[in-house]
């Protein structure tokens, strides 16, 4: 099986069986823990500290409120742009302690922040380290690791997401009893942002970027530390060499041959936001005091929520190369829905919320299950599988760029559809994208488990290797290359 092959079809086992087994990866597995475990938390922080700093700071109205949760999301739009270019330009790595002391300088922003104004600029500040963070960690780890274990980075990446959520919810329940609460919050940040700044200076470059930086005799070095054998380092420095020739352009995406992988990709990046789910991880205690709960009750139940996502996470983790990603994208995706629609029916009937109180909360519950299942993994874990090694790169960019959107779009606008089209209304809209979804996945989205990117390009109908030639010569996967 040659490196490119073995990179389709891992989801995390393999990459953490490694690692406790070889030193050098355990600390390239704890770098990227910090990264996802910092993206999850200062996404999930905000739901617990809104309930108390939209007093203390007088976000009176739902625009505001929204906005203070959602500027953070521009910011990672910004942060994943100018992250791809500062990643080529000065390094992965050099980026990534950048992002350390964005996150560090931000948590502390956040903390002491006096007015409206200053946590918007605080809060988009650290957007900028979490869009870099969801770029540039992946990629950086994915380049260190051995080629048989790359897939899994990208599962591995997503538990941490959910880990950092969840250490969120706990903060958030924790400090709910303390005055200025909300700014511990924040600020409590500042340590894996410092962690994350301190422990990348320790680590080598990428030697994908030694390499295109015409420094092949330091990412030998580098590769020989992480590599089993000297013929693993000439092969992997033969390929970078290769797909580095043949990268292709955003432009390249356009072009027919791969439209329909790119239509795959984009499908999934917004459905995975259209269902609503990050109302539900940024809004969850707003949800739940919707639903009659006190401030300390609607805190406990998010941890409910957070652990939930972080255990189905781990089940999705340990199943999804045995019963596929098909299965759980669409069963996962069929629960969150049908819950949608309960938790629509709890605010529409008030003998129903009389009757069955707890309603609101299993819903929930069985939402996150659905997504932590289904979308949560397999999005990320899908557009690392199906576009061919050349553009892979500026795909995942233009896919993620997607995500992040709407991620924005929906959660600056929940609060205002909830007193529009009223909360059952909002749900119910949110249910109605999930059958869509479904629909897309079920006509358009092929099973990439245990099939190689040739099969699954095949099974897209696309013709990759035709839409990537330029400038006469045929850019070809490194599989043909070295078979
Ligand atoms: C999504 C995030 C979401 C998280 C929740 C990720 O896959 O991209 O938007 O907050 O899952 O677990």
């Not at 919810?169 to 919050?185: K, L, P, Q």
């Not at 939402?367 to 999005?379: E, H, K, R, S, T």
Request: glycine letters at 10%; charged letters at 15%.
């Amino acid at each position: 099986m040659t490196a490119e092959t073995a990179e389709v079809g891992n989801t995390g086992g393999g990459f953490l069986r490694e690692a406790f087994h070889n030193k050098r990866l355990l600390g390239v597995a704890l770098i990227a823990a910090i990264g996802g475990f910092l993206f999850g938390y200062d996404t999930g922080v905000i739901g617990g500290a809104m309930l108390f700093m939209k007093k203390d700071l007088g976000l009176s109205t739902p625009g505001m409120q929204q906005l203070t949760v959602a500027i953070l999301l521009l910011g990672a739009v910004a942060g994943a742009l100018i992250s791809g270019y500062a990643a080529d330009k000065f390094s992965r790595r050099r980026t990534k302690i950048t992002s350390g002391c964005v996150y560090v300088t931000g948590a502390l922003a956040a903390a002491f922040a006096q007015s409206y104004w200053e946590i918007l600029a605080s809060r988009f500040w650290l957007g900028l380290a979490v869009g870099t963070a969801s770029f540039v960690a992946p990629m950086y780890i994915a380049e260190l690791v051995p080629p048989r274990i790359r897939g899994g980075v990208v599962s591995f990446n997503q538990l941490m997401i959910t880990s950092g959520i969840l250490a969120a919810y706990i903060v958030d329940w924790g400090f709910a009893g303390f005055s200025n609460n909300w700014r511990w919050m924040f600020g409590i940040a500042m340590i894996p942002g410092a962690a994350l700044a301190v422990g990348m200076y320790f680590m080598p470059f990428s030697p994908r970027w030694l390499v295109e930086k015409g420094r092949e005799d330091d990412a030998r070095r580098v590769l020989h530390r992480y590599r089993d054998s000297d013929e693993d380092v000439d092969r992997e420095i033969e390929e970078i060499k290769e797909v580095s020739a043949s990268e292709a352009s955003v432009r390249d995406l356009l072009k027919k041959g791969v439209r329909r992988m790119l239509i795959v990709g984009i499908g999934l990046a917004v459905f995975q936001q259209i269902v609503g789910i990050n109302t539900v991880i940024y809004y969850a205690p707003t949800i739940l005091k919707f639903a009659g709960q006190h401030n300390t009750g609607a805190l406990t139940q998010s941890v409910f929520i957070g652990c939930t996502n972080v255990v189905f996470t781990i089940v999705a983790i340990l199943l999804l190369d045995k019963l596929g990603r098909r299965f759980f994208l669409v069963t996962g995706t069929a629960i969150l829905t049908a819950s949608l629609v309960g938790l629509g029916i709890f605010f529409e009937s008030a003998g129903v919320r009389h009757a069955v109180p707890w309603l609101a909360l299993a819903c929930l519950l069985t939402y996150i299950m659905g997504f932590a299942v289904g979308l949560g993994p397999v999005f990320w874990l899908m557009i690392s599988e199906i576009f061919p090694i050349q553009m892979r790169g500026p795909a995942m960019a233009v896919c993620s760029m997607f995500n992040w959107g709407l991620n924005f779009a929906i959660s600056y606008t929940f609060l205002t559809l909830t007193n529009t089209i009223t909360k059952q209304g909002t749900f119910w809209l949110y249910a109605f994208f999930g059958v869509c979804a479904l629909v897309f996945f079920l006509t358009l989205v092929p099973e990439t488990k245990d099939r190689s990117l040739e099969q699954i390009q095949a099974d897209l109908g696309a013709d990759a290797d035709a839409a990537l030639t330029r400038g006469g010569s045929e850019a070809r996967d490194p599989e043909h290359v070295h078979a």
